[in-house]
């Protein structure tokens, strides 16, 4: 799998989790006391900050037998290039 088809992998999967955003903020306003939550839409970032990394990480891994250090890394950077529209889908 070459960057860029993974590049493209990620940017979907990001999509797929950010789809989420509103029903997890809404699930998590709603369980605020019990889930002792003091930042729903921080608590949704790491959620799907997880998400995009975890899933990102698995589709890597379907690819490869191993993923080394280095495709992580990349993994990790492709994801963290993404975060500035995911907190804006999040926080604005």
Known sequence: MNEKELEEIILQTINGAVATIPAYL???TENKGV????NPKEFV????MGMA???SGAILSAQKETPTK??????RDLV???IPEI???IFS
Do not use: P, T
Request: proline letters at 0%; charged letters at 40%; glycine letters at 8%.
């Open 26 to 28: 809404e699930e998590i």
């Open 35 to 38: 889930l002792k939550v003091e």
């Open 45 to 48: 970032y790491g959620i799907i």
């Open 53 to 55: 990394l975890g899933m």
């Open 70 to 75: 280095e495709d992580q890394i990349k993994v």
């Open 80 to 82: 963290y290039k993404h």
């Open 87 to 89: 907190r804006e889908r």
